[in-house]
């Protein structure tokens, strides 16, 4: 007679677990029977346990689409499937203050996530990797400065179509950040051949890879093996990457079957656009809309300095439906009041530091807003523009 092993059903993903083995208790888990299918596949089913007494699972049919990521040979591995256990038990108990509002915002841009990813024929399992970045946070900042839903360093960013300078950081655009996270991943996959290894460079980055992969594995073939084989020379941040993002599907798939209550997602990102022709602040611009300054900067992400960018036009997403009644409102603001602006004249002895804080502004704005303005050679008597945030 076979032994026994459990069906974890969620939503999607089937997960085997041989007798007596524990997904959520992070206990020692039994060496499964051998399998010679992969363990985790793609199903359409909504989550179900049940008992079955056999240790393999048929290849998807018909339109089934097996997902390359989850259907590695990695995850029947009995220590991948204690770290995954050791997973599921972090967004179970410890991540429980702050999982559901992942949860919650992923609604407002999942859409968007899973048409790309389509698009280039990725792992549909990868919508979830903004998860674990950044909890589908658009305004999320590392300590080591990666910035916005798919964490993204400023110069890889740049590698990748977005802008990142003093008025505009496109990392935090839902949709230039997806389009660029989307393309990263299918190269690395490209260049690596393997979602382990391509997503433990996403995490560490690719030369880093590339050179554990010479020193460690030179004659090896890249694979999803390799990178497990050799997972004591990556860093613990890495080395643990794809069992946090393999537990966090499991539990965000069937967050009931964990010990959560359902919560109402965020709606679908929905918005109008309009062009801009000029430096306009933000509370400004909400007042044209008929909205307040937050919604603009729920949908305006990028402009994190609080104004649209000068010399330039500049497409400004808008509560939709409201493009007629903006146009109308923004062409009655006088030019010269659609920057919440004040002039201040240098004074001897005053730096830009000196300016910001009484203003109550960061440096960094005052230089945005003065871009011909250099900081060493500040004279008496420059008239600075300075911007008023209302909003902060």
Same mark, same amino acid.
């Given at each position: ?11 999607g ?5 041989g007798?007596g ?12 029977s ?10 359409p ?26 259907s ?5 591995d ?26 919650r915002r992923m ?6 996530v899973?048409?790309?990813?389509a698009?280039?024929?990725l ?41 990142v ?11 230039k ?11 690395? /996959?490209r260049?690596?051949?393997s ?12 030369n880093?890879?590339q ?23 990556w ?21 009931e ?30 007042r044209?809309?008929e909205?307040?300054?937050?919604e ?47 002039? /201040?004249s ?13 203003y ?8 945005a ?24």
């Amino acid at each position: 007679m076979r032994p026994s092993v459990l069906r974890i059903r969620t939503a999607g993903v089937v997960v085997l677990v041989g007798s007596g083995c524990s997904l959520a208790g992070g206990g020692e888990v039994d060496r499964p029977s051998p399998v010679s299918e992969p363990s985790i596949v793609l199903r359409p089913e909504r989550v179900v346990l049940e008992p079955v007494h056999v240790a393999y699972l048929a290849p998807p049919v018909g339109e089934e689409r097996v997902d390359e990521l989850l259907s590695s040979p990695v995850m029947r591995d009995p220590e991948f499937q204690q770290a995954v256990a050791r997973w599921i038990d972090y967004w179970q108990n410890t991540a429980q203050p702050w999982f559901p509002d992942f949860l919650r915002r992923m609604g407002a841009f999942e859409e968007t996530v899973d048409s790309a990813l389509a698009e280039r024929g990725l792992p549909p399992s990868l919508r979830y990797l903004p998860l674990i970045e950044s909890g589908y946070s658009t305004g999320a900042r590392s300590h080591a400065s990666a910035v916005g839903m798919w964490q993204f360093m400023s110069g890889t960013a740049r590698e990748h179509g977005m802008t990142v300078g003093a008025f505009v950081d496109e990392r935090r655009s839902p949709f230039k950040s997806t389009d660029g996270a989307t393309e990263y991943l299918f190269n690395l /996959h490209r260049r690596f051949d393997s979602w382990f290894l391509a997503l433990a460079a996403y995490n560490g980055g690719p030369n880093r890879a590339q050179r554990i992969l010479r020193e460690q594995a030179r004659i090896a073939q890249p694979s999803d093996s390799v990178f497990w084989a050799h997972r004591e020379h990556w860093p613990r941040e890495t080395r643990e990457f794809v069992p946090k993002l393999v537990a966090a599907i499991i539990v965000a798939q069937d967050p009931e079957r964990f010990g959560y209550e359902l919560v109402a997602p965020d709606p679908p990102f929905r918005y109008s656009t309009v062009q801009i022709p000029a430096a306009t602040t933000l509370d400004v611009l909400a007042r044209a809309a008929e909205t307040d300054e937050t919604e603009i900067r729920r949908l305006n992400p990028e402009l994190y300095r609080g104004f649209t960018p000068p010399g330039r036009e500049y497409s400004l997403r808008i509560p939709e439906g409201k493009a007629g009644v903006f146009a109308a409102n923004y062409a009655a603001i006088p030019s010269g009041e659609r920057m919440t602006v004040v002039e /201040h004249s240098v004074e001897t002895g005053e730096t830009l530091s000196h300016i910001a804080r009484r203003y109550g502004i960061s440096v960094r704005d005052l230089q945005a807003a003065n871009p011909d303005v250099r900081p060493r050679y500040l004279r008496v008597g420059v008239r600075l523009t300075v911007p008023i945030l209302l909003t902060r």
